[in-house]
């Protein structure tokens, strides 16, 4: 997993070399461990056949991408449609969150990108070759070029924000965004400017108070501070070894939403709220909805973990 401190970027990855995935591996031949699959006891199996998705009579926006279609499916179609690639698997809960609000952006591009679904425990020589190391992991091919993308879930203004990035890449026209001045915000936060995107997010919302997109992007500042110059593997453990450490806790919760662990991050504060009382009981429901903030009124994880603070509360 990459670290949780860093925010998703968009640039030509030019060490990777996809010739090498320009005709499949012989049958006979073992494919080699990946990293992103090492451990969990799954083989190379023999793949399907690409299946696309889409509305009838339309084009088609979701692809299933295996060893034996990626030249045709991904490398030759990125000439003229840019492929992004989603690497999950079964077991991978992250993926659950991230993998519907592709499909959802796919299916609302009308053909101007395709979604490709990469399952990593299908294909190790796939997940090897792009250096997949987490997952979920999001990369695009444009023109037979791989484009970096991110890995981990992310609000879906910001996944939007990477497509929209990708389209440009290939030549494509992008509509313009319908508030610029979330636009500039954004492009404050995913560069790292945290005091700008604070001030920009504000403005937004001093002139628009439910704009949704605008308190995620403000929670996101705020989430990145607290967690700016921590060590996350150091404070995981001191969480585990303390779960009745409230800064410990909350900080935790913090790394695990950057991680792509927000359901873990969730149950974790949950959970305190159901230990603590008072005005530490208060601060940790607070600090939750903060979380949820990050992710936006449409999570489908934010619901359940709503349900389940609810319960803890009454």
């Known amino acids: 997993m990459s670290d949780p401190r860093t925010t998703p970027s968009i640039f030509t990855r030019g060490a990777v070399d996809l010739s090498a995935l320009r005709s499949p591996a012989p049958a006979s031949s073992a494919a080699p461990s990946s990293p992103a699959t090492a451990g969990n006891g799954a083989g190379p199996s023999a793949a ?47 993926c659950k969150q991230l993998s519907p609000v592709l499909e959802r952006l796919a299916a609302a591009g009308g053909g101007s990108w395709v979604l490709g679904k990469v399952d990593v425990d299908a294909n190790p020589r796939l997940a090897q070759a792009l250096r997949v190391q987490g997952i979920p992991m999001v990369v695009a091919v444009v023109g037979g070029q791989l484009v ?37 915000a954004d492009d404050a936060l995913m560069t790292g400017d945290l005091d700008a995107a604070e001030a920009a997010y504000r403005k937004i919302l001093a002139e628009s108070p439910t704009d949704a997109a605008a308190e995620s992007g403000l929670a996101q500042v705020d989430l990145y501070r607290r967690i700016s110059g921590v ?6 453990a001191k969480a585990a ?65 709503r349900r389940a603070l609810a319960s803890a509360l009454f």
Request: net charge negative; aromatic share 6%.
């Open 48 to 94: 399907p056949p690409a299946a696309p998705v889409g509305a009838p009579g339309g084009p088609e926006t979701i692809i299933e991408v295996n060893e034996a279609n990626f030249q045709s499916a991904v490398l030759e179609r990125s000439l003229t449609t840019p492929v992004i690639l989603d690497f999950w698997a079964d077991w991978c809960e992250p």
């Open 148 to 184: 970096e993308g991110f890995t981990g879930v992310l609000p879906e203004h910001q996944v939007k924000q990477y497509v929209d990035a990708v389209l440009k890449a290939g030549g494509i026209e992008v509509a313009v965004p319908e508030d610029p001045r979330l636009d500039a």
């Open 231 to 236: 060590d996350p593997t150091a404070v995981l």
């Open 241 to 305: 070894a303390d779960p009745d450490d409230l800064d410990a806790q909350r900080l935790a919760a913090d790394i695990e939403v950057l991680s792509g662990q927000a359901p873990e991050a969730y149950s974790r504060l949950v959970g305190l709220v159901k230990r603590t009382s008072g005005e530490e009981r208060d601060a940790v429901r607070k600090h939750l909805l903060s979380l949820f903030s990050v992710a936006g009124p449409d999570d489908p994880a934010v619901a359940g973990a």
